[in-house]
């Protein structure tokens, strides 16, 4: 079955450490997206990608990296220098934005 | 920036009842789309409508849009207990590959057994 997968389900990390969480996806799509969402809202895009070896920079970028190397996978990673990582991320990957965003599900990261 | 802004943030119903949840948007858009979050999970896509479009089914599904007033509203009919969950509208820009939505922050509706 195709889809997107995301891991860990669950990641603590203590203050200071780069942690990546990962993204894969046997969909064959092109573009590939990072999201973050905090308790009670909505999402917002931290960095998103077109094409291989390709990305740009979402609403909330500062402390955060991404690499796309790959088609399938769009790893995330959440430096020290992100002040309030502790929240629910999501991965997702399109092909035309007329078919809508197919979504993993999700890694809740937690400082500790 | 949040695009979208979800009326209402919360809604509890009865098992049977329609639900209905309203989306404002800011700019203008190509197509306006509907998620579903149970949870602690991933988004669902539910159904998506163009900018030249005025309403859309899918099964107990029904959105409609209004670009003059920067609207969509979604209706849910006969609702179940598995409808509980968030739901969240966004926006879109062109229908090409790569293309970014813009997520309002979600209503959570609560249906009652």
């Known amino acids: 079955d195709g889809g997107i997968t995301q891991s860990p389900k669950y990641l603590f990390r203590k203050e200071g450490q780069n942690v990546t969480l990962s993204c894969e996806q046997n969909l064959n799509h092109d573009a590939m997206y990072w999201y973050r969402q905090d308790p009670g809202q909505g999402l917002r895009l931290i960095y998103y990608s077109q094409i291989v070896n390709d990305f740009q920079k979402g609403d909330i970028a500062e402390g955060y990296s991404v690499s796309r190397e790959k088609k399938e996978s769009f790893p995330l990673t959440v430096t020290s220098a992100q002040k309030n990582p502790t929240a629910f991320y999501l991965c997702?990957?399109?092909?035309?934005?007329?078919?809508?965003?197919?979504f993993g599900s999700g890694t809740r990261l937690t400082v500790v | 920036s949040q695009q979208g802004e979800e009326d209402p943030q919360a809604l509890s119903i009865q098992e049977g009842e329609n639900a209905t949840m309203n989306c404002s948007y800011k700019t203008s858009i190509n197509n306006l789309q509907w998620y579903r979050q149970n949870s602690g999970r991933g988004l669902v896509h539910l159904i998506l409508i163009r900018s030249n479009e005025r309403e859309k089914h899918s099964g107990r599904l029904r959105v409609t849009l209004d670009t003059s007033k920067k609207s969509s509203s979604l209706l849910i009919t006969a609702s179940r207990a598995a409808d509980t969950a968030s739901y969240f509208c966004?926006?879109?820009?062109?229908?090409?590959?790569?293309?970014?939505?813009?997520f309002g922050e979600g209503t959570q509706l609560t249906v009652n057994p």
């Open positions: 966004a926006t879109g820009g062109e229908e090409t590959s790569g293309s970014r939505l813009t």
């Open positions: 997702a990957s399109s092909t035309t934005s007329l078919y809508g965003y197919t």
